[in-house]
């Protein structure tokens, strides 16, 4: 039995941590990495690694993101959309939440919604609606929401789709963030089963709403083989797929060993991973290596406060 502080401790800790393992690795195919034994947030030697430019420990845009929205929630003591755009907005212009301030990774998706952001458009208006614009961008921030909120299952899985909005506005998008969201309750909860939990729960909250309910059975859950790609369905499933391993690190590497959008795909894993087995199941050396802990300690301590602990 871990316990609660140490499991919100581990998501926010797992989705940074693992975030930084994957940036060393990005955009490579499985066949160009390291066996996974040899993946770590310090690659082997003779490993040209991506961004090497960026010290090795440092979080992307997917961590800079989730403390855009953890920051947010925690001031404005709700979901408050135009406060969080701000905060997005700021972290691409300013390098807010960003490790030294450096902003070495957009999406194109979010690059263009956040424009559109700055040319007045209101945040709940201003992420891409084609079927083309499903992109991982929203998906890799939300698990702060999870770990902040205390309002019931509906509440959450509205938050989910309502954060997304922002820059990623097609409803599979939202669809795959709620359902990630309930995946994430389900962990800190403990249940038996938490994904069949939240897929059963979604369809249950989706009842009367048959273009979310359409995405959910028809796109988002009979996906094939997890690929690590940026597209948030897949995504998804690759995060799911890595999270069959028995620890933190496995995870992790299991993850990255699928290849191109490895940082993401870690990501949203580690979050997963991070809140399973605690902070304590986070390997020590990999805590120590992550650059910019002071942007998030008195974050964690008011989420662990918040959550009245």
Known sequence: MIAIEDRIAGGLWG???????????????????????????????????TYSHVPLGTWSDDGAQALCLLASLLDRGQLDLADFGQRLQAWLRQGYMAVG???????????????????????????????????????????????????????????????????????RAQVCCALYCLWARAELAEQAEPWGWAVQRLRELYANHPIYLDELTQEVLPFGAPGGSGYVVDCLHSARAACAEETYAAVVRAAIALGYD????????????????????????WRQMLRGPELFEDLLSQLVATCGL
Not at 144 to 162: E, F, I, N, S
């Open 15 to 49: 989705l940074l941590v693992a975030d930084a393992c994957g940036v060393p690795y990005e955009f490579r195919q499985p066949d160009e990495l390291p066996p996974r034994e040899q993946i770590d947030m310090v690659p082997p030697q003779g490993f040209v690694r």
């Open 101 to 171: 301030h450096q902003v070495f990774d957009v999406g194109n998706q979010t690059s263009l919604a956040l424009q559109r952001l700055q040319q007045g458009l209101p945040p709940s208006q201003s992420g891409l609606r084609g079927e083309r614009n499903n992109g991982n961008g929203s998906l890799m921030r939300a698990l702060p929401l999870t770990l902040w909120h205390q309002g019931d299952d509906a509440t959450l899985v509205r938050d989910a789709h309502l954060q997304s909005l922002v820059t990623h506005a097609h409803p």
């Open 262 to 285: 490895t940082d993401t795909t870690a990501c949203v894993a580690g979050g997963i991973a991070g809140i399973r087995h605690g902070l304590t199941g986070i390997p020590e050396v």
